[in-house]
């Protein structure tokens, strides 16, 4: 494995180690790089080459690491030419990689019951967030919720979950495994009545969530999103409506990854004054009200 390093962001040759199918041409890609491994933090995600014949990368979010083993992991859809051909990788071959790049999600310990909440290719980000807490806050776990949505199947067989979340209909019990095994609880949420789920978008299940907790459970909340805009714009909404801090991360489309190019700018509320930031390096997690309250 071959690498340079730049401050905390390496470039390097990185191994598959494993690579895997799921419904949906959903793949779960692990990859050899140590160093992103050690350094990574969940929000933050690899520019990558999917194949040596399309030069321009792509960035995908880091679902999971394992720092003393060295290998990162990431889940993605094939949607286009570079995805595509990057599920055609196998394991042994390396893939020119360079990370960790981006500003990850901030923990407040005053608001030790974190709402993370996910959907479609939004999902990985919070499975990271999750890994953080189970490790770094396992004080925390208990009282921490991931809700995901997806309209196809999940990479992964849900089951039952043998965690209770007081206020949410016992009907949606379905649970990711992972996430049991860490002791965090988790919902899943569908609109194409898969069994044990809830049938309705995330933010509706959310809602009933914090419905059901008493004043000062609800002042220990904070709220982390990662998913499709419309999702992100209701998820802000409704940590507005309820008065609870929420980030987001955002996913645009990249040249550079570095900055250079401004390619993937948004516009955000600083103060009383509006800045065109770059999602690569500016975030990609911001904090929501400075996204969806700019306008102007």
């Given at each position: 494995m071959m690498k340079t390093q730049r401050n905390t962001l390496f470039s390097l040759q990185a191994a598959i180690l494993a690579h895997?199918?799921?419904?949906?041409?959903?793949?779960?890609?692990?990859?050899?790089?140590?160093?992103?491994?050690?350094?990574?933090?969940?929000?933050?995600?690899?520019?990558?080459?999917?194949?040596?014949?399309?030069?321009?990368?792509?960035?995908?979010?880091?679902?999971?690491?394992?720092?003393?083993?060295?290998?990162?992991?990431?889940?993605?859809?094939?949607?286009?030419?570079?995805?595509?051909?990057?599920?055609?990788?196998?394991?042994?071959?390396?893939?020119?990689?360079?990370?960790?790049?981006?500003?990850?999600?901030?923990?407040?310990?005053?608001?030790?019951?974190?709402?993370?909440?996910?959907?479609?290719?939004?999902?990985?980000?919070?499975?990271?967030?999750?890994?953080?807490?189970?490790?770094?806050?396992?004080?925390?776990?208990?009282?921490?919720?991931?809700?995901?949505?997806?309209?196809?199947?999940?990479?992964f067989t849900p089951r039952p979950s043998q965690l209770e979340v007081p206020g949410i209909t016992p009907s949606a019990n379905a649970a990711m495994p992972l996430l049991e095994d860490w002791q965090i609880a988790s919902r899943l949420c569908s609109l194409q009545n898969y069994a044990g789920h809830y049938h309705g978008y995330v933010t509706d299940l959310v809602q009933q969530y914090l419905a059901g907790l008493d004043r000062q459970q609800h002042q220990q909340v904070a709220l982390f999103a990662c998913g499709p805009e419309p999702m992100l714009q209701a998820t802000a909404a409704l940590a507005g409506e309820h008065n609870l801090p929420c980030q987001v991360s955002l996913e645009e489309y990249m040249a550079c990854a570095l900055g250079g190019c401004a390619g993937c700018v948004v516009k955000v509320r600083t103060g009383t004054e509006y800045a065109m930031k770059r999602v690569c390096v500016d975030g990609p997690v911001f904090d929501a009200e400075e996204v969806y309250g700019a306008s102007g």
């Open positions: 895997h199918q799921h419904p949906a041409q959903q793949f779960i890609l692990r990859l050899d790089a140590p160093d992103i491994a050690q350094t990574a933090k969940p929000g933050s995600f690899v520019h990558l080459q999917c194949h040596p014949e399309l030069p321009m990368r792509r960035p995908l979010s880091i679902m999971r690491t394992d720092p003393r083993q060295g290998w990162i992991e990431i889940l993605y859809k094939v949607v286009g030419h570079g995805t595509r051909l990057l599920a055609t990788r196998r394991p042994g071959e390396t893939l020119p990689t360079l990370g960790p790049v981006g500003n990850g999600f901030r923990l407040d310990p005053a608001r030790p019951r974190r709402l993370l909440i996910g959907g479609g290719v939004g999902v990985p980000p919070m499975i990271f967030l999750a890994q953080q807490i189970s490790t770094q806050h396992k004080q925390d776990a208990g009282s921490t919720l991931a809700v995901f949505g997806s309209e196809v199947p999940f990479p």
